[in-house]
Structure formats: structure tokens, C-alpha cells
């Protein structure tokens, strides 16, 4: 017998509804199992929640479950979901694309931006990143297979773009992000997320210390983690399907 509060039929279809919980949960099975698969501790992978297209309800009710990390993709959006959401002291995430005239609210009020790949645009966010914050957290995104319209450096471009961030005092880079194009098979999959890690190796023997891999999101995080993957950006495996932009 439950003996709580009656839940209402408005309760059940909201987004926080009992399904958030169960993806929650098994989102992060997937990352446990796999990360076992492949002899990596569980806790070296970290997820992010990718919350864009859902409201701060979802997100607070994520928040409840022990989620602390989020990911948004469009400043407008984020904007207000951040402002009403800041009694949580949740991390949180810039994994959209860059624009080089409206970088002061990713300065401001993210903790990571995953998806650099402007030396302007690093400049910026030094510039505008509050005395009193700490360091902002960059990975820099790499483009592995040339896609038009997609952000990202080319590999090639990675080693210079990362050795100007370290030089920036309110940057700190921490390591590579990717979002390579879909691919059948768990093989092709995980060919394309070995190539961010001999990027990162590059850094590596330039004698940067980066140790973050953003990569692998609901229909590839297997071949993620089996790579190497840092951070795991789940949105739909955790949320459902989102509204498109
Ligand atoms: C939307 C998005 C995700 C989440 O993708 P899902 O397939 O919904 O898990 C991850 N990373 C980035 C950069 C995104 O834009």
C-alpha cells in the first residue's frame, strides 16, 4: 500500500516522470558494464547529462536522483533553465557550437566548454572569465571526419589550438571532444573514438597534461568508454526525445 501523497495522472507525464529515473539508472548500467568489459573503474567515467530540449523540471528532478553534471547546447535556452536551477550548485556544460559574438555567458556561468576550436574564441573566454571564478575548463573539439557546418578543428590544427589554450590563465585545458558522424558498427564506432586518442597522445608527448575525452553519447557510448572516454553527453538515453531546434 503507498501511503504517500497521490501522485496525479499531470504528475505521471511530466518529465519528471518514473521513467526518468529508470533511464537514469539504466544509462549508467550501460557505462558500468562497459567500463568493466574493458578493465576501466566505473568511477573514471563521468556522465553528463545533455539537458537541451527539456525543461528545468527535468532537470531538477535528475538533480534529485544524485545527477550533477549538465549539458546545454543553446545560450537562449540555457539561459534561464541556469538562473532557476542555481540553488542546486550543479556543473555545468557548454557542448554547443561557439558563436565568437556571445561567449560572456559561457564565461560567466559555465564550469566546461567542450567544444572550443577558435583560438579567437579561447581569447574571449580567458578575457571574460570572471576574476573570481576558477579557471574554465576546455576541451577542444576535434573534427575527425571533415563535415561541413560542423565545428571542430582538424587533427592537424589540434596541437597548436591546445598549446595556445595552456597559455591562457583563466583557460584550463583539460583535454579533446569529438561527435563523429554515425556508424553501424561498434568496430567502426570505436575506430573513429581511437583516432581523438592519438590526438590526445600527440598532446601528450608535446608535454601538455590533458586528461579529459568527451566522447560517446546515447547510441555510441559503448565504443566510447572501450576507447577511453572521460565524459560520456547522454541526452535522449536519458531524457527521451527532445524537441527539435
Ligand atoms: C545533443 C548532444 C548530445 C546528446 O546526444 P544524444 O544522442 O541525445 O545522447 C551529446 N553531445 C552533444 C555535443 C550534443 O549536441
Not at 505521471?12 to 521513467?19: K, M, R
Not at 550543479?90 to 566548454?113: I, S, Y
Not at 574554465?136 to 573539439?141: A, G, S, T
Request: proline share 7%; charged share 20%; net charge neutral.
Amino acid at each position: 500500500m503507498l501511503t504517500g501523497p497521490q501522485i496525479s495522472a499531470d504528475t505521471v507525464t511530466d518529465s519528471a516522470s518514473p521513467n526518468l529515473a529508470n533511464n537514469w539508472t539504466e544509462t549508467r548500467q550501460r557505462i558500468a558494464t562497459v567500463a568493466s568489459q574493458w578493465g576501466r573503474l566505473c568511477d573514471s567515467v563521468g556522465l553528463v547529462a545533455i539537458s537541451k530540449g527539456h525543461p528545468a523540471s527535468a532537470i531538477r528532478a535528475l538533480a534529485a536522483l544524485g545527477q550533477r553534471d549538465f549539458g546545454e547546447n543553446y545560450l537562449q535556452e540555457a539561459g534561464p533553465k541556469l538562473q532557476e536551477l542555481q540553488d542546486l550548485k550543479l556543473t555545468w556544460h557548454f557542448t554547443g557550437q561557439l558563436q565568437g559574438n556571445k561567449t560572456r555567458p559561457v564565461a560567466e556561468q559555465f564550469d566546461w566548454v567542450h567544444t572550443l576550436d577558435r583560438e579567437r574564441i579561447a581569447l574571449r573566454l580567458n578575457e571574460q572569465r570572471p576574476h573570481y571564478a576558477p579557471p574554465l575548463n576546455i576541451c577542444v573539439q576535434v573534427s575527425l571526419v571533415p563535415e561541413p557546418g560542423k565545428g571542430g578543428v582538424p587533427p592537424e590544427g589540434v596541437l597548436p589550438l591546445a598549446q595556445r589554450v595552456a597559455t591562457l590563465p583563466k583557460l584550463k585545458l583539460r583535454g579533446l571532444m569529438c561527435i563523429p558522424p554515425p556508424r553501424d558498427t561498434f568496430e567502426e564506432q570505436r575506430a573513429l573514438f581511437e583516432q581523438l586518442v592519438a590526438c590526445q597522445r600527440q598532446l601528450l608527448d608535446a608535454g601538455l597534461a590533458v586528461d579529459t575525452l568527451s566522447m560517446g553519447m546515447s547510441d555510441d557510448l559503448e565504443a566510447a568508454v572501450a576507447a577511453g572516454a572521460t565524459w560520456v553527453r547522454i541526452g535522449t538515453a536519458i531524457f527521451g526525445k527532445r524537441q527539435k531546434q
